[in-house]
């Protein structure tokens, strides 16, 4: 088959006028000008998009589907631990039904905002049977042992034996705050022996700081009085506690190299220099609109990416976020730091989302030899390709995932 469409842009050099991408079965086999490749496939299918731009599909690095029914039920709250309280009362009233519709409504919706592939963290890893996701996934079990640590491992080999129904899965120790050195440590040791993904919350709020460096706070109390043990809680940042509860198995900060650290929001000049001298780099994922939804302090991208750093965007969850849309998170990201030029921005969620999944060899860009994963967005008649795609603010109408043609009802 072959696809044509007004502008091709690959991610993997300049945009091409008047494109064309050949596919066979679920891969690219070519790309490039239209009169080229069709003059050398003249036997082929052709599929004509018109006015549109066809791009990679999307990638999702942090996103929670168990929450997407959750939507616009829990106000801006006065701190981030009344945001984990006002959760968990909303939480105690679904039943897995409920988290299975609330899944398969959320892979729903981040299809039809042209994400072909998603880092999903679920509570419930038991459910994964019962539903079968429309686009490529990633399950995390996301883990934590606050109330009783002296289970870490029993949790963490239960998740391990729920997710092995899926095609691709990783492990998700919740954060520093939630999950024990222990539960991180056996996480670690199984991703190195398996050869599979982390992903934690990491420095997310100024709570959370000021429970770790200052033993006080609210999460500080929250916690304390939910019985946790807090001899944990002494002047040190969370990176550098995220450090030392890895220091054992790795000589750089925290997870097996290529571990994804999501949020980032909260990091001292101490931390940076951490981050300078580690010999491994992590991947960094950033939720603009989760961040500006809980008010964090500024996200400091450029310091992160001139560290070398691989920073991709995420949606994380409904209860702190509108829509699963990517184009919506890039838009927030321009906002934030409108000297980010369109090609970088999307390159978050296409090539940077592909390298923090293992998979820059296999999807992000449009090659021959990659997933056909792609999607088209009209062209609105902007001069750049790249800003016509980050103002897309519509469902995608036609998008193609390993090779197959999807249609995407409206909701
Ligand atoms: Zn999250």
Redesign the pocket.
């Known amino acids: 088959m072959i696809i044509r469409a007004r502008v091709v842009v690959t991610m993997d050099g300049p945009p091409i006028e008047d494109g064309a991408v050949a596919v066979s079965d679920d891969r690219i086999t070519e790309v490039g000008k239209f009169s080229e490749i069709s003059a050398r496939h003249s036997a082929q299918e052709i599929v004509d998009l018109g006015e549109q731009v066809l791009l990679p599909g999307l990638f999702n690095a ?3 589907l168990d929450y997407t029914c959750l939507r616009g039920k829990i106000p801006r709250q006065k701190s981030f631990t009344d945001w984990i309280r006002a959760i968990n009362a909303e939480k105690a009233k679904l039943s897995p039904d409920d988290y299975v519709r609330s899944i398969d409504e959320g892979f729903a919706e981040a299809k039809r905002f042209g994400t072909t592939t998603i880092a999903n ?1 679920s509570a419930f890893p038991e459910l994964i049977l019962r539903i079968e996701s429309p686009i490529r996934t990633w399950w995390f079990a ?1 883990l934590i042992d606050v109330r009783d640590p002296s289970r870490a491992r029993e949790i963490v080999d239960l998740a391990v034996a729920q997710l092995k129904g899926a095609e691709y899965w990783g492990l998700a120790p919740h954060a520093p705050f939630t999950a024990s050195a222990n539960l991180y440590r056996h996480c670690e040791e199984i991703a190195r022996r398996q050869n599979i993904l982390l992903t934690t ?1 990491l420095a ?1 709020s100024r709570e959370e700081m000021s429970m770790f460096r200052d033993a006080s706070g609210p999460l500080y109390d929250f916690l304390k009085e939910i019985g946790r043990d807090m001899s944990d809680c002494s002047n040190e940042t969370p990176l550098h506690r995220f450090s030392e509860i890895l220091r054992d198995s790795s000589t750089s900060v925290g997870m097996t190299e290529g571990g994804m650290v ?2 980032l929001n909260e990091l001292t000049e101490g931390d940076f220099d951490l981050l300078k001298r580690s010999a491994t780099k992590f991947q960094i994922v950033h ?1 603009p609109r ?1 961040h500006e939804y809980f008010g964090h302090e500024v996200f400091q991208f450029h310091k992160l990416r001139e560290l070398g750093f691989n920073i991709c965007l ?1 949606t ?2 409904l209860a702190s976020n509108d829509d699963l849309s990517l184009f919506a998170e890039m838009r927030a990201f321009q906002k934030e730091f409108p000297d980010v030029s369109a090609e970088e921005l999307l390159k978050m969620v296409t090539v940077n989302g592909a390298r923090a999944l293992r998979q820059e060899n296999a999807s992000g860009k449009i090659r021959a030899s990659f997933s056909a994963d792609l999607i088209a967005v009209p062209c609105a008649g902007s001069t750049s390709a790249f800003e016509e795609v980050i103002g897309f603010d519509q469902p995608v109408s036609w998008s193609m995932i390993g090779g197959q043609t999807q249609t995407n009802p409206s909701p």
């Open positions: 942090h996103c929670h963290l996301e919350h997310e999501v949020h939720c989760s995420g994380d969850s």
